[in-house]
């Protein structure tokens, strides 16, 4: 969760370090001098407070977890500094085939 998140929301965050199936980390998959690493840097010293503010699935309710807040403000960063403009083609980078699309490893 970045900075600012309070307490008791429910949302699905970057396990950058999870294992996957391939018995690799998502932080394996990127160069160590990679341009998401600075943007993930830079957003997680962000004050996302206004954000999470506005997420509405919290431990106690149901249904399917909000994606966080970080997350998405990363992947719009990193578009815009690749010259992804197209919120089609982010809308597409967003979707679950993220790793597969090469949206994060480009």
């Not at 690799?24 to 957003?43: E, F, I």
């Not at 149901?62 to 578009?79: H, N, T």
Request: proline letters at 6%.
């Amino acid at each position: 969760m970045g900075k600012g998140g309070p307490p008791g929301l429910r949302l699905e965050t970057a396990v950058r370090t999870q294992i996957e199936f391939q018995q690799s980390s998502l932080d394996d998959l990127l160069a160590p001098d990679h341009r998401a690493r600075q943007v993930w840097d830079y957003v997680e010293e962000l004050d996302l407070s206004l954000l999470y503010g506005r997420v509405q699935t919290t431990v106690s309710s149901s249904g399917r977890p909000a994606i966080d807040p970080a997350i998405l403000v990363s992947l719009w960063l990193y578009a815009t500094l690749e010259g992804g403009g197209s919120a089609r083609l982010l809308d597409l980078c967003a979707r679950p085939t993220l790793l597969a699309c090469g949206c994060w490893a480009g």
